[in-house]
Structure formats: structure tokens, C-alpha cells
T-cell receptor
Framework: KQEVTQIPAALSVPEGENLVLNCSFT??????LQWFRQDPGKGLTSLLL?????REQTSGRLNASLDKSSGRSTLYIAASQPGDSATYLC?????????????FGAGTRLAVHP | DAGITQSPRHKVTETGTPVTLRCHQT?????MYWYRQDPGHGLRLIHY???????DKGEVSDGYSVSRSKTEDFLLTLESATSSQTSVYFC???????????FGQGTRLTVV
């Protein structure tokens, strides 16, 4: 059974720091991995999608990497800002089953203080 | 933003009553999902659909049923609401071949 773990569960950093959020998964047989952001009381916003054949994806100050064989992904946020404060979730889409399901980690709650 | 609309956004209902939540999409995506999000449990899949009239169970499907009579609409029904079904419910969509998934804004359901 695929399990997704995110470390750390919470993180508090001063504005301007570069930071790394970690996501690990137990079964390397995945189609892709997706990172989301969730603000309190809101829905999930898609940040980056990495296909299993890719090593990384970039969008602005965000860079996500994928090491499928070791079951790990990282989300790198450069020059963090208070507006980056949110919960970050990673989700994998397993190859097994073929129904396009997403399995989520519990998330990392990020606070960036001025 | 992806065209996903959930209704209602908030609902309070009494134990034992049936409740239906609606998800409407304008993206013509094949796959639609219902998740629930609870503190300490994260996001868990309730049911999903891979086409009109094609649905299947997720990991927490007991007490829930779904229907999809049109590509754009996916309904989640709580047959007889219980307090354990108090949660935030999210609808999601994705296209063929493992494309990016998009989520609605959620429905906060309280069962009293």
C-alpha cells in the first residue's frame, strides 16, 4: 500500500530564507507527483506537477525535484515571503489500479515571519 | 482557476438526514473525485469516477454513495448523516493520462 510522508510537519522561518520541504513515498511505481498549497479554510492550489520521467520542475521561486527510485521529492522555496505561509501538500499518483487516484501526505505547515 | 464549483459551500444538518453535495466542472475532464479532509487524517479519497456512470470506491466509502449522470456533474450523497461525517469535503478533477489535478473550494459539512 502506497504511503506518503512529509517532513517536517511544521516549519517557521524568517522572511528571506531559502527552504526545503520533503516528501517521501513507499512505492516507486508512480505516474507523477504533484505539490499543492492550501491556505486556511481554502481549497488546494496546484503548484507543480512532475511526471515520473522528469527530474524537476520550476515555477517562479519554486523548484520541485523527484527521485523516483529512492521514493523522494523536495520542494525548494527561494527567498521566502510572508505570503508563502500556508500548508504544503504532496500527492503521488500510483501506477497500480489505473484509476488516476491521488494519495496525499499529511502536509507541512509553513509560517514565514517578517 | 480550473472551473470547479462545489455547492453548497457550508451546510449544517441533523443526524439521520440525507445530504447531497454537488460538484460541477466546466473543463470536460474525465476523472472526478470526492475527498474528505479531517485534522489528523489529511485528505482521504471517498469515491471517484472515471466516466459517466463509471464510479468506484475509495478508502473511506462507507456511508457514502455517488452518481455521475453527466460529464460535468459528480454528486456525493450521505445516505443518513452521522456526526463522524462532519468534515470538509473537496471535489477534484483531472484529465486523461495522469494530468494535473485541480480542486474545488470545499464544502464544510457539520452534522449535529
Amino acid at each position: 500500500k502506497q504511503e506518503v510522508t512529509q517532513i517536517p510537519a511544521a516549519l517557521s522561518v524568517p522572511e528571506g530564507e531559502n527552504l526545503v520541504l520533503n516528501c517521501s513515498f513507499t512505492d516507486s511505481a508512480i505516474y507523477n507527483l504533484q505539490w499543492f498549497r492550501q491556505d486556511p479554510g481554502k481549497g488546494l492550489t496546484s503548484l507543480l506537477l512532475i511526471q515520473s520521467s522528469q527530474r524537476e520542475q520550476t515555477s517562479g521561486r519554486l523548484n520541485a525535484s523527484l527521485d523516483k527510485s529512492s521514493g523522494r521529492s523536495t520542494l525548494y522555496i527561494a527567498a521566502s515571503q510572508p505570503g508563502d505561509s500556508a500548508t504544503y501538500l504532496c500527492a503521488v499518483r500510483p501506477e497500480a489500479g489505473g484509476y488516476n487516484k491521488l494519495i496525499f501526505g499529511a502536509g507541512t505547515r509553513l509560517a514565514v515571519h517578517p | 482557476d480550473a472551473g470547479i464549483t462545489q455547492s453548497p459551500r457550508h451546510k449544517v444538518t441533523e443526524t439521520g438526514t440525507p445530504v447531497t453535495l454537488r460538484c460541477h466542472q466546466t473543463e470536460n475532464h474525465r476523472y472526478m473525485y470526492w475527498y474528505r479532509q479531517d485534522p489528523g487524517h489529511g485528505l482521504r479519497l471517498i469515491h471517484y469516477s472515471y466516466g459517466v456512470k463509471d464510479t468506484d470506491k475509495g478508502e473511506v466509502s462507507d456511508g457514502y454513495s455517488v452518481s455521475r449522470s453527466k460529464t460535468e456533474d459528480f454528486l456525493l450523497t450521505l445516505e443518513s448523516a452521522t456526526s463522524s461525517q462532519t468534515s470538509v469535503y473537496f471535489c477534484a478533477i483531472s484529465g486523461q493520462g495522469g494530468t494535473e489535478a485541480f480542486f474545488g473550494q470545499g464544502t464544510r459539512l457539520t452534522v449535529v
